[in-house]
């Protein structure tokens, strides 16, 4: 069971460049989230999505997009990378909305610098 | 405000110690607690979930600790094994979607021999 996939685990992108991370889950889960980590500070939420077809913003959106196309894959794209994205991003999928007593399961992570 | 507080930031014990770790929340309307183990390089990893009416919680040797009233945590670790070294991240839910999750910075454990 391979749980909560995300593809690259590391890139290195120009300033400028766009890119695109890829989150798959496997656990038929509804919501998907991605998150950021930057050092000395909590994870941060970038995008969710309750379900297929959806999206929204979430703490920290600017300069990303996503794209829930299919119930199992969430997109995160970057149109025009800046070195402030530089982080490692996490995306994590739970069976209904985190508010509520339900786990939610993270992937490995994308750690991504942009120069 | 919603805010997670994390204490120590670091902290370093011998192989076999226990150890606490402090966690203080200001999140309103509150919703579940939950303790995080990150090991270097991957994702977080649950280790318990508290509501409200919940107190206490154990999973192996990690016992969690819930006062809803001072609004503190603590995860206590017994006997502390190598692969304890991680970063512990508490995490509290509040009543709402999308962004209920929020984050403490997390304590960064090692565990030496």
């Known amino acids: 069971n391979a749980g909560v996939t995300q593809t690259p685990k590391f890139r290195v992108l120009k300033t400028g460049q766009s890119m695109t991370l890829l989150c798959a889950q496997d656990?038929?889960?509804?919501?998907m989230y991605w998150y950021r980590q930057d050092p000395g500070m909590g994870l941060r939420l970038i995008h969710y999505?309750?379900?297929?077809?959806?999206?929204a913003k979430g703490e920290v959106p600017d300069g990303y997009n996503v794209s829930r196309l299919k119930k199992q894959n969430f997109l995160l794209g970057l149109e025009s990378a800046a070195p402030s994205q530089t982080s490692v991003y996490f995306c994590?999928?739970?069976?209904?909305?985190?508010?509520?007593?339900?786990?939610?399961?993270f992937g490995q992570g994308t750690r991504l610098t942009v120069v | 405000k919603n805010q997670v507080e994390q204490s120590p930031q670091s902290l370093i014990i011998l192989e076999g110690k226990n150890c606490t770790l402090q966690?203080?929340?200001?999140?309103?309307?509150?919703?579940?607690l939950r303790w995080y183990k990150q090991d270097t390089g991957r994702g977080p990893v649950s280790l318990t979930i508290?509501?409200?009416?919940?107190n206490t919680k154990s999973n192996g040797r990690y016992t969690a600790t819930l006062d809803a009233d001072t609004k503190q945590s603590s995860l206590h670790i017994t006997a502390s094994q190598l692969s304890d070294s991680a970063s512990y991240i508490c995490?509290?839910?509040?009543?709402?979607?999308?962004?209920?999750?929020?984050f403490g910075k997390g304590t960064t454990l090692s565990v030496s021999s």
């Open positions: 508290m509501t409200f009416s919940e």
């Open positions: 995490v509290v839910s509040a009543h709402q979607a999308g962004t209920a999750l929020i």
């Open positions: 999505s309750v379900g297929e077809g959806t999206t």
């Open positions: 966690c203080n929340y200001t999140v309103s309307p509150f919703s579940n």
């Open positions: 994590a999928s739970s069976y209904s909305r985190q508010g509520l007593n339900t786990e939610a399961f």
């Open positions: 656990m038929n889960h509804e919501y």
